[in-house]
């Protein structure tokens, strides 16, 4: 019988480890990186931020590329970005969300030399996703890399999590998601994972049993 990490505080099987990335593996995006979108765009940050996340979800799926992505952006604050400052828009955004956590690097890798299986479930558009490829290595310990941009799904969509378990050839019940947001953690348990919040490090370490 598995422990739910709702009510234990260990994790006493060796489930399929899937890793959400940001705000677990990467950083979420930098105060500085968020400032300097703002002022690429040239607008006011509330408006800006609240136009960013409530078109997110299509571009995170792959429904859209980049460029409609910003065009979209720009119609729903009233103004239009030409193509230069769409560019500019695509790479300020990837470089607000490139910082990862060393430490939790450091445990993938231990993870992986250790024979553990992990894979990885990340809400995330393609031009990122290709900027990650480019200059992670740490990448290839992930036996899945479910990209929303390639799956058509996006956490917290049902169809993430099915997607997953299909790919790891695995029972939901047999997988441990590890994701920063309770919502997508909610979401996996309903798919019939095993779910834990992640806060920091030390503490997934310590439920996971390593050092």
């Known amino acids: 019988m598995t422990h739910s990490p709702t009510t234990e505080p260990g994790i006493s099987t ?10 677990v593996i990467a950083r979420l995006q930098s105060e500085a990186g968020k400032v300097r979108l703002a002022e690429t765009a040239g607008m006011a940050e509330e408006p800006f931020w609240s136009a960013y996340w409530s078109l997110r979800q299509p571009y995170d ?3 859209v590329g980049g460029s409609a992505y910003w065009q979209r952006v720009a119609d729903a604050l009233g103004t239009t970005f030409r193509p230069e400052r769409i560019a500019d828009l695509i790479e300020a955004d990837l470089a607000s969300w490139s910082a990862v956590d060393d430490e939790m690097v450091a445990l993938i890798e231990q993870l992986a030399a250790s024979g553990r299986r992990i894979a990885l479930l990340s809400n995330i558009p393609e031009e990122l996703a290709c900027r990650y490829e480019q200059q992670h290595a740490w990448l290839k ?4 890399c479910a990209f929303s941009c ?10 993430a999590y099915r997607w997953a378990c299909e790919a790891l ?3 939901p019940e047999q997988i441990l998601f590890i994701d920063d947001r309770t919502e997508n953690i909610e979401a996996a348990r309903a798919a019939g994972l095993q779910g834990r919040l992640f806060t920091t490090a030390d503490d997934l370490k310590t439920a996971l049993g390593v050092g």
């Open 61 to 63: 799926r792959g429904d």
């Open 14 to 23: 060796e489930p399929v480890l899937l890793f959400d990335m940001f705000g």
């Open 141 to 144: 310990h992930f036996e899945v």
């Open 150 to 159: 390639r799956i058509g799904h996006a956490k917290p969509e049902p169809g």
């Open 169 to 171: 050839a695995t029972a």
